[in-house]
Structures are given as C-alpha cells and as structure tokens.
C-alpha cells in the first residue's frame, strides 16, 4: 500500500517562505509522476507543482517563478519550496503521485496559511 506523508504546512506572513515534505513509502521512481496540489475552501482541487520520473517539471501559471518542485531519491521525498508567499495560496496542499499512469495516491493534505 502506497503511503504519502505531507509536513511543513503552517502560518506565514505574506512574502515569507515555506517548504513542503513530501515522504513516499517506496521508491518515487515507481512513480510516473508525483506532484502537489491545493484546495481553498470552496473551491476545487488544483495543480500547483509536477516533476515526472525522468526529471521534468511543470508549474502552475500563478505559482511560476516563485515554488519550485524538486526531490531526493535517496530520502523518498518530493519538495514543494515556496517563495514571496500570497494570501491566495492559502489552501490545503496535498501530494499526489500516479503509478503505471492508472494508479492514483494523495497524501493527508497540509494547511498553509499566508497572512496578509
């Protein structure tokens, strides 16, 4: 069973910084892709941030030039940095990741906060 554990979520001060976690229970080159999305209050899920097995990335427009998504194989573990934090980004981000392009795995979620 495929488990993905967010940490890192919090309350931060517009402009300031945070970085998400993103911990997988086996190897994340299993993975076709793991990515991270969010989902304020009201509103549907999103795509923030992908990187696929071979290291490609792909951002949102709103997020682009300020998050960066990267990862560690050796930790199994997928980062979301996020920099010049907006109050629109407040949300619940959660970790997805797809398996054999069929299979589907989302993490807990984490709430992040941006004061204005």
């Known amino acids: 069973q495929v488990q993905l554990v967010e940490s890192g979520g919090g309350l931060v001060q517009a402009g300031g910084s945070l970085r998400l976690s993103c911990a997988a229970s086996?190897?994340?080159?299993?993975?076709?892709?793991m990515g991270w999305y969010r989902q304020a209050p009201g509103k549907q899920r999103d795509l923030v941030a992908v990187i696929s097995s071979g290291g490609g990335t792909n951002y949102a427009e709103s997020v682009k030039g300020r998050f960066t998504i990267s990862r560690d194989s050796a930790k199994n573990t997928v980062y979301l940095q996020m920099n010049s934090l907006k109050p629109e980004d407040t949300a619940v981000y959660y970790c997805?990741?797809?398996?054999?392009?069929?299979?589907?795995?989302w993490g807990q979620g984490t709430q992040v906060t941006v004061s204005s």
């Open positions: 997805h990741a797809r398996r054999n392009w069929a299979s589907d795995y």
């Open positions: 086996g190897s994340i080159f299993s993975f076709n892709v």
